[in-house]
């Protein structure tokens, strides 16, 4: 290989649609439906969409033009920036999950990889190994050395290739094979069971994996019901007797039944510390509180007499409510408790000690069971309790936990030492008898196979079988994963979620942390933990449609050859940020138990193999020093064999994300795991091309209070010459200084639409790049004194490019932070990227006392409020306390846009109604409609009216003050329901917040506060909604899709009126004379302008003038709040059609607030202008002659969409016919990132900002005045 070869540069060495990319990784962590995670659980395992745009641009040769090494490549820039933008296209249906399998987007793209293959292929010809390294008829096979969770190989064999895996840790080997392995291999074939081959009529339709899975899902339910049969006895039903519904009325309709039970809920005891109590076992109990959904509250009451206790359950809000939520935890740091008897504290230290002198139990506090129509919680019986002790379990996992990782609990000073000490005698019954099963299962499928037809040769699963011996066994081991999913929630790290009212599975973060309270789920109950739930998920994350070969191998990184020849994309671990050997562990034992026959070389040791995981864990290595040695050694041995191996002509891509952590060396300077990373790859000899930001994660539940992984950035890497020459610190500055700011320019303003630009506070890591690929294509960069420079120092010199003098670094990510959020909090994972790029960590500028980082936020403390003074702070304080912004703004947030924050789908969206006790009242129904939102906190200044607002609203929260709302509640989202002129403002505040809002019309009273609110908008995560209700009514609905279907043509003329008389509100409504009483013009348009803007798409207004009647009503407050009765607007629209707007509040005559008219070249619209009237429309593709108009309603059937033509009765239960509801959903959908915001910031100023210009017009006697376009402001 050592002869040159002709390779263009890769699409990824260039440019990258990194919004698309972006948007669709985090998408996807909400889906589970056929997605990986399913199958079985891995930790920090990459998006499938992140996986395949960075293979599909690994492969694909960039268009631009490019000579040198003895060939020419590439168009010129304008023509490449067209083929770049077709390629950007691909990728952009490539990641959207709906196309996951969609073959048709598939072989468009795997149709670009060959022909870019077969380029390569051509200009290599010559080549002296051409016939073995470019063979035009056959792509390379990819290769992940630290494949984990599978998803780049997964994606390498949907976009066409071969793939190989190999890892260290046997149960990622085993998630590999269950993924890339065995669906190909047992591909096309029908299922073996006997219920299938009675019913094989049209075996055609067993396409792919499906028939294997048909078989998983049947020897699973085989599996669950002997399962019952044979430790059903342990799992009773609860009967509900007179006795117990005496004392609660809602268990009455339940007397004579037996009861499914979901879960009984335990509570760990100790020992009271108290000598009176000494003898008792009091409960750990961190809560109370069994439910807390509304309107289904249940909770725990404990009944203490004398020195016995025992617990009731209750329906209903309980009467201390912060009592029942903190149960006997107090509060404060660490696992801290009270005697449940005396109150006696009980510290850490103190339960610790007792549970490991052994006497730490559990204490059943409730049973949940299967209701009608949700859960029913009941008291505990000492007859339940005794039949959970009954269960004496004859195996268990007695491989011994880790006691020096504080990741685990056994680490954590508590008493677990095996791994059977986490679960209970009840639950090790179940799970045995479940591994013992799939022994028996895997028997009756080959028995049933060879009954089928299938042929055996009795060659195993391991030495590449596909008879029926190894169908068996790959039947098998997916039911050892729904043994696996089964324990991951039949254990005692488990939790019960009182606001989901649900069991939450043990790995809720990277970690097997004490748990204090926890449900014992009923494996046979139909809910999570029941194993045939868990086959189902299982089923659900078997890749049904691969075509192409995957092989899957346990092999050490340092020393593999399986590159050899080789497309390489990896995702390393991540430093010391996650121990995979040590968590895995909790499942290799059971996989172990249940596949050692299966895979004995895999399950030969005892545990997985620790000693040579490339994490540094300072437990195995003595010291932080040791484990960063250990590291950088190590992972410098794996990229070495990647660079000796890897084919060259691709780059090699490799992902890194950590949360950043700090190490002080012995120097006194610090060092981060993302340093010691890039000096390991540039060690083994690689050259960076290329670094890209991905915000690949988002966190949720427990990572949402944590500062957790919010970013991966990809390093694209290419061989280094091995006659690289050396160079001085001064010629490496002169490059920089060449190379660097025409780089940087690009990434700010791109070369054409083709580019995606980069975020501000992402451009500091994405600078990396072309930085470092001139560092690293040298043999060494030698300092004055003659010693090669490291990594850090090159990284330091590569940010002065973007700091304003040479500034230490934390100082260059203050100003960078501030540039971005100013005083702001941000997320974490953004601060993670910054500091990381600036050679600091998040920690270590806070330890300097110029931030506050914590859960999940980071923001600047302000000038004299909160800075701390000490020896180590940076020097921002003297460059931006004292500012609003920095000296030399680089302006680059006004080219930039983050795309928005999402939701998982899983979660409530939490959100905030200010305006609460007034117009923001009206918004419960609608809400609740929604499953995933909620109303979470409630703000009015009249806090007379707080309460009732909160309790209409269902609001947990309620607040007298706007801005403490923001701050102090946990929001997603605030709706806007004030006055018009607080609109504006407080849409302001929330969006620097990165809160989404939805604002009532207008969306503000002033050109001036409506330019801020676009900046505001503009530059937040969140999505800004203005809620124009009008648009969302049923007619106005169907009249938007006849124009979508073109039945209007050309529209060029619309009018809207909206008279409504107001007389009596603008004399009692003291917020009506801040403005719009006095003011003269067209000052509440949206409401008829909006649905006419939705029917000219693509149109805004350019020019207005305004007229109006004149005053024909006295206001009997003053002169000072008269207005001209009707007031006319017209609008000059940009296509040239004009559109007529009358607003009237004052005349006497009853209300008409929607009358509208529309005229295009081929059809026409004219609503009702009286009560009962006709909404009627012509249309000349549809009507016989030009005098036949239609009832508007007669074009349902056809033309409305369904979900408005048959809406549901959550949707008519919101209001206005559905309108409500579907507003709401847009707005939900829209954060979520399914759909473009349909009013978003620059419809809402179309909508408002004419209304505001004809208020000049009116004074200036009706003179034509320009509109401005709010998009224009943004490029300013």
Request: with cysteine; aromatic share 10%; proline share 5%.
């Amino acid at each position: 290989m050592s002869q040159n070869v002709k390779i263009p540069r890769k699409l990824i060495e260039v440019a990258l649609p990194l919004d698309a990319i972006n948007a669709a990784a985090v998408r996807e962590k909400s889906i589970r439906h056929g997605h990986p995670s399913t199958l079985h659980l891995w930790w920090a395992r990459r998006p499938l969409a992140a996986a395949r745009a960075v293979i599909f641009a690994q492969l694909v040769n960039d268009p631009g033009y490019q000579q040198g090494d003895g060939f020419k490549y590439g168009v010129n820039k304008k023509d490449a920036a067209v083929e770049r933008k077709r390629l950007f296209k691909i990728i952009e249906e490539l990641v959207r999950w709906e196309n996951t399998t969609n073959e048709e987007v598939l072989e468009k793209a795997r149709k670009e990889i060959r022909r870019s293959w077969r380029e390569v292929c051509e200009l290599n010809k010559d080549h002296l190994q051409a016939a073995e390294l470019f063979n035009p008829d056959k792509l390379p096979d990819l290769h992940d050395p630290f494949a984990g969770g599978g998803a780049i190989p997964l994606e390498a064999q949907r976009l066409g290739l071969n793939a190989y895996a190999s890892d260290l840790n046997p149960v990622a080997v085993l998630i590999n094979k269950a993924m890339i392995e065995i669906p190909p291999r047992f591909s096309n074939r029908p299922p073996v069971n006997p219920d299938m081959q009675q019913n094989l009529a049209n075996k055609a339709r067993w396409k792919g994996a499906t028939g294997l899975a048909e078989d998983v899902r049947y020897y699973g339910n085989w599996m669950r019901d002997q399962a019952e049969k044979r430790t059903g006895h342990l799992y009773p039903k609860v009967a509900i007797t007179e006795e117990m519904a005496a004392q609660r009325s809602d268990l009455k309709k339940y007397v004579g039944r037996k009861l499914t039970v979901i879960a009984w809920l335990w509570a760990r005891t100790v020992k009271s510390p108290n000598p009176a109590f000494a003898h008792v076992d009091v409960p750990l109990a961190s809560t109370f509180m069994l439910s807390t959904r509304k309107g289904k509250e249940a909770y725990i009451e404990p009944v203490i007499k004398g020195d016995t206790y025992h617990f009731i359950v209750k329906v209903g809000k309980p009467k201390d409510p912060d009592a029942a939520k903190a149960g006997t935890k107090t509060t404060g740091r660490g696992s801290t408790f009270r005697c449940l008897l005396s109150g006696a504290p009980m510290s850490s230290n103190y339960i610790k000690g007792e549970s490991m002198a052994g006497r730490m139990d559990a204490q059943l506090m409730a049973i949940v069971a299967e209701g009608d129509r949700g859960r029913v919680y009941l008291s505990p019986t000492t007859e339940m309790e005794a039949i959970a002790h009954e269960a004496k379990p004859e195996w268990k996992p007695d491989e011994p936990m880790n006691r020096d990782t504080p990741n685990l609990v056994s680490g954590r000073g508590y008493g677990f030492f095996t791994w059977a000490d986490l679960f209970t005698p009840r639950q090790l019954v179940a799970l045995t008898t479940f591994s013992d099963l799939i022994q028996e299962a895997m028997e009756q499928v080959k028995c049933d196979a060879a009954t089928a037809g299938l042929s055996d040769n009795d060659i195993p699963l391991r030495d590449g079988g596909n008879g029926a011996t190894a169908y068996s066994e790959a039947v098998g081991m997916y039911l050892a994963f729904a043994l696996d999913r089964t324990s991951n929630t039949l254990c005692t790290i488990a939790l019960w979620s009182p606001g989901r009212e649900q069991t939450v599975t043990a790995f809720g973060r990277q970690a097997i942390p004490m748990t204090w309270y926890f449900p014992e789920v009923n494996p046979f109950a139909g809910a999570a933990g029941d194993y045939k739930v868990s086959v189902d998920g299982v089923i659900k994350g078997i890749p049904y449609e691969i075509n192409t070969s995957g092989f899957a191998v346990q092999a050490d990184a340092q020393t593999q050859d399986l590159s050899d020849g080789m497309i390489v994309s990896t995702d390393p671990p991540y430093y010391d940020n996650i121990c995979y050997a040590d968590l895995s562990d909790f499942f290799y034992v059971w996989l172990r138990r249940s596949l050692s026959s299966v895979f004995p070389d895999l399950f030969f040791t005892l545990a997985t193999p620790k000693a040579d995981e490339l994490v540094a864990t300072r437990y195995r290595h003595g010291s932080k020093d040791a484990a960063e040695a250990f590291f950088l050694d190590g992972m410098t041995q794996a990229m070495r064999r990647l660079v000796e191996q890897t084919h060259p002509g691709f780059p090699v891509t490799i992902y890194y994300a950590f949360k950043q952590s700090e190490r002080k060396g012995n120097g006194g300077t610090s060092s981060t795991g993302w340093e010691t990373f890039l000096e390991a790859v540039n060690q083994a000899g690689f050259q960076l091309s290329g670094t890209w930001p991905m915000h690949t994660e988002r966190p949720t539940g427990f990572k949402k209070k944590t500062n957790a992984l919010a970013s991966s950035i990809i390093l694209v890497c290419r061989k280094r010459s091995d006659d690289a020459p050396v160079i001085s610190r001064r010629e490496f500055l002169r490059e920089l200084d060449v190379v660097l700011p025409e780089a940087l320019d690009e990434m700010t303003r791109g070369v054409g639409e083709d580019l995606s630009p980069v975020a501000p506070v992402d451009l500091s890591q994405a600078i990396i790049g072309p930085g470092m690929a001139v560092f690293s294509k040298y043999a060494a960069v030698l300092e004055a004194d003659g010693t090669p420079m490291p990594v850090r120092t090159a990284l330091q010199l590569i940010n002065r490019y973007l700091a304003e003098d040479d500034f230490d670094a934390d100082t260059q990510f203050c100003l960078h932070w501030f540039e971005q959020y100013g005083w702001r909090e941000g997320p974490y994972g953004d601060a993670d990227t910054l500091s990381r790029a600036k050679g600091t960590s998040v920690d270590g500028v806070d330890n300097a006392g110029v931030i506050a980082s914590g859960e999940g936020k980071v923001r600047l403390h302000r000038w004299m409020f909160g800075w701390k003074f000490r020896q180590s702070s940076p020097m921002a304080f003297q460059i931006i306390s004292n500012a609003q912004y920095p000296k030399t703004p680089i302006n680059w947030t006004s080219r930039t846009k983050h795309g928005s924050k999402t939701m998982d789908i899983a979660e409530k969206l939490n959100v905030g109604i200010v305006g609460a006790a007034g117009r923001g009242g009206s918004f419960r129904v609608a809400f609740e409609a929604h499953e995933t939102a909620r109303i979470h906190a409630v703000c009015d200044v009249r806090e007379e009216e707080l309460d009732a607002a909160a309790e209409r609203l269902g609001a947990s929260e309620k607040y007298a003050d706007y801005e403490t709302m923001l701050a102090r509640s946990e929001l997603d989202a605030v709706v806007i329901g004030t006055p018009m002129h607080f609109h504006a403002q407080q849409a302001i505040e929330a969006l620097h917040r990165n809160i989404h809002v939805l604002s009532e019309v207008t969306a503000g009273v002033s050109v001036e506060e409506c330019r801020a609110l676009v900046h505001a908008a503009t530059s937040s995560k969140a999505i800004y909604m203005m809620a124009e209700n009008y648009t969302y009514t049923r007619p106005n609905v169907l009249v938007k899709e006849l124009v979508r279907r073109n039945l209007f043509g050309d529209v060029y003329y619309g009018e809207g009126e909206y008279l409504h008389e107001l007389k009596a509100l603008n004399e009692i409504t003291k917020w009506r004379r801040k403005w719009q009483t006095g003011i003269d013009g067209v000052t509440y348009c949206t409401h008829s302008l909006g649905p006419l803007l939705q029917w000219m798409p693509g149109d805004r207004v350019v020019r207005v003038c305004c007229a109006g009647s004149g005053h024909h009503y006295t206001d009997p407050r003053g002169d000072q709040y008269e207005n001209q009765d009707s007031c006319v607007m017209l609008c000059q629209m940009a296509s040239g059609g004009l559109v007529k707007i009358r607003v009237d509040m004052l005349s006497e005559r009853p209300h008409a607030t929607g009358n509208f008219q529309l005229q295009g070249t081929k059809g026409c619209y004219e609503s009702a202008r009286t009560r009962g009237g006709v909404n009627r429309v012509w249309l000349a593709d549809i009507c016989d002659g030009k005098n036949e108009w239609i009832d508007l309603t007669d074009l349902e059937e056809d033309y409305l969409p369904d979900m408005w033509r048959n809406p549901s009765e959550a949707a008519l239960k919101a209001g206005h016919g559905g309108g409500d509801y579907f507003e709401i959903m847009d707005f939900i959908q829209s954060i979520n990132g399914e759909i473009a915001c349909p009013i978003g910031i620059h419809e809402a100023m179309d909508m408002t900002l004419p209304g505001l210009i004809s208020q000049q017009s009116i004074v200036q006697d009706g003179a034509w005045l320009d509109v401005p376009d709010s998009r224009s402001w943004i490029e300013e």
